[in-house]
């Protein structure tokens, strides 16, 4: 399976510009033979919004009218993405920082970001209300995390255990998260035996720096494909799922065996689920 991450520029409040921006982007990716393109978060919206009221209008049910179009775009083109978007609660009256992977046949997956920093629109969101889940593409099962997450590792962790192949993590990394874009990842798809495509973008909003860094990591943590830092570019790997299935690692046959799944002692872990009553700045 061939994918396709597309680190780009998005520009604040301009859905049809963005929307036109990432079509002509799944044509070009499509015609290189990619099977799967992953966008950026809000890469229909942009993220830096300053309240929710002003985020409103810029978010829609899911399905809705920008995943119908580009439900049709894959279609024509036989392709799959996964993109970041803003969705429209149920009561319309906030939004929920979302992700969906729409193949050619349907709206396959809709994600709603659990761990919500405090910046950009994610002050005003609501929190994801789903557990966590895979879906079953044509080539792949695909794991759906947004930014922040990649930070809690029992959320990739949860998706292995499902059996996901690949997690797929539309990201807005600003300056402060060079740790994360730079080794978090790799650590993500090694400790879980996974492939981990996480999806910067690049440029500035509201005087937040985006910086990039885009990777696609196998499941030995080695990086396949990195971008730099400040450009817009599109990363390219052919990724294995029977890699990511097969989590014995023979180091010396019968010498060294690693199986980090196999060898989990959920028993001893039971504090990871105490609450821990404490709340971020700026909630309540």
Known sequence: ????????????????????????????????????????????TGYCF??????????EPIPGPST???????????????????????????????????????????????????????????PGDREFDVYKHPQ??????????????????VMSLLGADLITLPTNWPSGAECMAEHGINMRA????????AINRVGLER?????????????????????????EEILYATIDPAIARNKRVDRVPDLHVIDRLADRRPEMYEKIIEPHGLHPPGRN
């Open 50 to 59: 300053a309240s929710l009221e002003e985020a409103i209008p810029f978010a």
């Open 1 to 44: 399976m061939k994918i396709a991450g597309i680190q780009m520029d998005v520009s604040l409040m301009e859905k049809e510009q963005n929307l036109n921006r990432v079509i002509e982007k799944m044509n070009e990716t499509a015609s290189q033979g990619a099977n799967l393109s992953v966008f950026p978060e809000c890469a229909l």
């Open 68 to 126: 119908q179009k580009l439900q049709q775009v894959c279609r024509e083109l036989d392709h799959s993405i996964v993109i970041g978007m803003l969705e429209l609660t149920e009561k319309k009256q906030g939004v929920y920082n979302a992700a969906v992977l729409i193949t050619p046949e349907e709206v396959l997956g809709n994600y709603r970001k659990i761990h919500l920093p405090f910046l950009g629109v994610d002050r005003f969101a609501t």
């Open 190 to 197: 090694m400790e879980n035996g996974i492939y981990y495509c």
């Open 207 to 231: 005087g937040f720096q985006f910086i990039g860094k885009s990777s696609i990591c196998a499941p030995s943590g080695e990086s396949l494909v990195r971008a730099s830092g400040t450009d």
């Open 140 to 157: 792949a099962i695909i794991g759906l995390n947004i930014c922040y997450d990649s930070a809690f590792p029992e959320s990739s962790r």
